[in-house]
């Protein structure tokens, strides 16, 4: 059962009701590909992973400067993002795409409509430790020079209240550790 946020509390929208379309939202280090490839696993199920990332990172209209050096993908824009997600809504199948918060921020007028939006935490101090074990690898972390932007729980915070304020949803929120702790049980989940 998932609950679309926008009905009452007593309104429920079953899982058998067709196509169900999410956009997961996270922080880095949050163990969204695993809950992604998790809830993806269901039957008529299309997932589509970090789609905003890429247009985030070296898009024509690219927000990052991570690369700076690496030219535009052409064609691959916030725009054409969106009407890829409004696109896939006419697929005979569930769709959950799963992105950073922070890659979407910048376009709000990216997000497509007809999708509910959940969010999945993750203890921060957990996701820092994954971070620096991963990228930093020294013995003692020196945070003050790593690249972890720290703020994108404060992003996360911030795409929340526009969902809640400006879609007018009430967002799920989904805590990584409990999927993980029980993988076959996806339905709890949703």
């Not at 927000?63 to 064609?75: I, N």
């Given at each position: ?5 926008t009905e009452s509390e007593g309104?429920?929208?079953s899982t058998s009701r067709p ?172």
């Amino acid at each position: 059962m998932m609950r679309t946020g926008t009905e009452s509390e007593g309104d429920v929208i079953s899982t058998s009701r067709p196509f169900v379309r999410v956009l997961l939202w996270s922080a880095p280090r949050c163990l969204s590909t695993a809950v992604l490839r998790v809830l993806a696993n269901g039957e008529n199920t299309h997932a589509l992973c970090d789609e905003y990332d890429a247009a985030y990172l070296i898009g024509e209209d690219r927000v990052s400067q991570t690369f700076p050096t690496r030219p535009d993908v052409e064609g691959l824009t916030f725009a054409s993002i969106k009407k890829r997600l409004d696109d896939a809504q006419s697929l005979q199948k569930h769709i959950i795409c799963k992105d950073h918060a922070k890659n979407i921020l910048p376009r709000l007028d990216a997000i497509p409509d007809g999708y509910l939006h959940a969010f999945l935490i993750r203890q921060p101090a957990v996701s820092f430790h994954s971070f620096h074990k991963v990228f930093v690898r020294d013995e003692e972390p020196d945070w003050s020079s790593s690249s972890f932007d720290d703020r994108s729980y404060d992003k996360i915070w911030l795409l929340y209240e526009h969902i809640v304020e400006n879609l007018h949803q009430t967002p799920i929120v989904i805590d990584s550790d409990d999927i993980l702790e029980n993988p076959g049980d996806r339905k709890s989940v949703v």
